[in-house]
């Protein structure tokens, strides 16, 4: 009804007690329903919201609840950023509007599950610069940064033009146009020692794709392509062979029990690492 009902309208039409209905009608409020209660003469009407009774939310999935929950371990590395704190608002504002009940059901769910994280950096240190590149990548607005590459001890001057932030494998990073070097880079965001937005505005080319710039990189490195063959002994084989490290990988398997694993990957330092770390 969009001028709402009497309670004991909705009683009778439930066939329910009024005590019942007063419940019901709380329950729906906590839950996020858009309805509202008003006064008029003795009696209490509720009704929803203006321009919302002909669309009404679903209420949330206890598992959907529990996958955000979820997430909050997985954010837990960008601890004191823009990222972490946005989300944690979130959660805390779903749980405002949820009953005792759903609630006591999501601490039981969420005892039995669990989310582990790696090695990580401490980037609430960082927080400042996260929060200007993450505006720069939203409103596309060029930034000069100062930055330190790795093994390089003087610090360069850039100008760039910000297309997407990267998390991966514990480290987040900007990808954009260097006009330094007139093409696409990858910027490890804690070698940033110094961020400017300008009044500069850019757009991304049509042609740009993030898959296609990552799709040859054994990490992250963009450089030549190799093609590489590595022969893991037969102690390792099931280890390597049980996973996909990357998408061009075959294996073919050996006589002895071990396997070949062929990639093409671009550069070879990120992968001859990986090898390192599979022991003697």
């Known amino acids: 009804s969009k001028n709402g009902l009497a309670v004991k309208d909705i009683a009778d039409l439930g066939r329910v007690s009024l005590r019942t209905a007063y419940r019901d009608m709380e329950d729906l409020q906590a839950a996020g329903f858009p309805i509202t209660s008003e006064k008029v003469g003795k009696a209490e009407r509720f009704k929803f919201m203006e321009e919302s009774w002909f669309n009404i939310p679903e209420p949330i999935d206890p598992l959907e609840l529990l996958s955000l929950e979820l997430s909050g371990d997985l954010f837990n590395v960008f601890k004191g950023t823009v990222f972490h704190d946005s989300l944690q ?19 039981r769910v ?23 590149v993450n505006t720069a990548v939203t409103d596309r607005r060029t930034i000069e940064i100062g930055y330190q ?8 001057h850039r100008k760039i033009n910000p297309y997407k932030v ?9 990808i954009g146009l260097c006009h330094l070097r007139n093409e696409l880079r990858s910027f490890v965001i804690d070698r940033i020692n110094m961020l400017k937005m300008t009044d500069e505005h850019f757009k991304i080319p049509a042609d740009f794709s993030f898959d296609e710039y990552i799709k040859n990189s054994f990490k992250v490195m963009q450089d030549e392509l190799y093609t590489v063959r590595i022969r ?4 390792w084989a099931r280890y390597v062979g049980e996973k996909i490290w990357h998408p061009s990988q075959r ?9 070949e694993v062929i990639f093409q990957v671009a550069g070879l330092d990120e992968i001859r690492q990986w090898v390192l770390s599979l022991g003697p």
């Open 89 to 107: 608002s979130v959660r805390k504002k779903i749980q405002s509007t949820l009953p005792p009940k759903t609630l006591a059901y999501l601490d």
């Open 110 to 132: 969420r005892s039995a599950f669990q989310m582990g994280k790696g090695p990580c950096k401490d980037y609430g240190c960082f927080s400042e610069i996260i929060s200007e």
């Open 149 to 156: 590459a790795l093994g390089q001890e003087e610090r360069t």
């Open 166 to 174: 990267w998390f991966y494998d514990g480290t987040i990073y900007v």
């Open 232 to 235: 893991i002994s037969p102690d």
């Open 251 to 259: 294996i073919q398997k050996q006589f002895d029990g071990g396997i």
